[in-house]
């Protein structure tokens, strides 16, 4: 079994930054990579990034491109996602999710979630 525990969320105006951290306990060394994904009420997750074990790739969703970057600290089992230039879109619940392989960007591909942290940019 995974644990993710998300952390970092929180209020913030339009153009602030806020930076998620993901920390992962249990059977880290059988994830091949990890994710954030986020999601609004009455709509499916959505892809935000993702990140190899090793840390060297990395993708972003096209819309979070150059505003969002994802990074990870193997020693400390921990995964981030630095959010710059936010908008009031980007308000949603976010959530870090782990693999050991499958379509990144699809949700179903990741067995463990964490329980989400609140990310609200107002306007």
């Known amino acids: 079994q995974v644990q993710l525990v998300e952390s970092g969320g929180g209020l913030v105006q339009a153009g602030g930054s806020l930076r998620l951290s993901c920390a992962a306990s249990?059977?880290?060394?059988?994830?091949?990579?990890m994710a954030w994904f986020r999601q609004t009420p009455g709509k499916e997750r959505e892809f935000v990034a993702r990140?190899?074990?090793?840390?060297?790739?990395?993708y972003s969703a096209s819309s979070m491109k150059g505003r969002f970057a994802i990074s990870r600290d193997n020693a400390k089992n921990t995964v981030y996602l630095q959010m710059n230039s936010l908008k009031p879109e980007d308000t949603a619940v976010y959530y870090c999710?782990?693999?050991?392989?499958?379509?990144?960007?699809?949700?179903?591909?990741?067995?463990?979630w964490g329980q989400g942290t609140q990310v609200t940019v107002s306007s």
């Open positions: 249990g059977r880290t060394y059988s994830h091949n990579f």
């Open positions: 990140i190899s074990r090793s840390g060297i790739s990395t």
């Open positions: 999710a782990a693999s050991t392989g499958g379509i990144y960007y699809y949700s179903r591909t990741y067995p463990y």
